[in-house]
């Protein structure tokens, strides 16, 4: 399983968590409270990181990412009674899918490491500067990647290499059959590969272009 290229939401996703909550669940509190805030908490709590993670993994860049996943949770805030208990991840993921599409729509495919990078220096614990390089490269590799895979493999690989969510939750989310999951992540799999050699070679004949 893919772990070491796509890290967590760096330290000021903790900031756009924050705002998820208090944006939409506090202000409904004012007004009138609610037994469903403590759920969207929760919600929030749980899910977040999982979602702002795997908008990346479906293209929507890092400077566009926070906006993103509290765009998914204001849906979900919306929508909340009609969310099944135990169908939270399943309902946000499908609202993250429909997000960054529309993210991808818009153009929104400009990659954005600084800030990330800067973050991590920041850090106590911050790596030093060839180990950043080697973490951007590989990051900015994944990207590009997944940006070149087919829409329907990249889902499954994503939730399954990245997220290391389980083939039978998959299906579930996704709604697809057992064998067609197993099916898609081969091919996944193998489209991973593929495009990966090509452009490391080309990366290694010095193709400037995709």
């Known amino acids: 399983m893919i772990s ?43 899910h977040f990181d999982f979602i702002w993670r795997s908008l990346r993994g479906l293209g929507v860049p890092a400077g566009s990412a926070d906006d993103a996943a509290q765009h998914v949770f204001l849906i979900a805030h919306q929508k909340l009674g ?3 208990p ?7 993921f499908g609202t993250a899918l429909g997000v960054a ?9 400009r ?23 080697e973490m951007k490269q ?10 070149a895979m087919e829409e329907d493999v990249r889902v499954v690989f994503v939730l399954f290499e990245l997220e290391g969510v389980p ?21 996944a799999r193998e489209e991973f590969r593929a495009i990966a050699r090509r452009i490391q070679a080309r990366a290694l004949h010095g193709g400037g272009n995709r």
């Open 111 to 133: 990659r954005e490491f600084c800030d990330d990078d800067a973050m991590a220096v920041a850090a106590d614990d911050a790596p030093n500067p060839e180990q950043l390089m």
């Open 167 to 187: 083939t039978e939750e998959i299906a579930v989310m996704l709604e697809l059959a057992k064998g067609t999951v197993a099916s898609r992540l081969r091919r």
């Open 82 to 84: 009609e969310i099944a």
């Open 4 to 46: 070491a290229t796509r890290s967590g939401p760096p330290p000021r996703a903790e900031v756009a968590r924050d705002a998820a909550v208090t944006a939409h669940a506090e202000r409904t509190e004012r007004v009138a409270p609610s037994p469903s805030a403590e759920r969207y908490r929760a919600l929030v709590d749980a």
């Open 101 to 109: 599409a529309n993210a991808r729509r818009a153009g929104a495919r």
């Open 138 to 147: 590989a990051r900015a590799l994944l990207d590009e990647v997944l940006d």
């Open 86 to 92: 135990g169908r939270e991840r399943s309902f946000l």
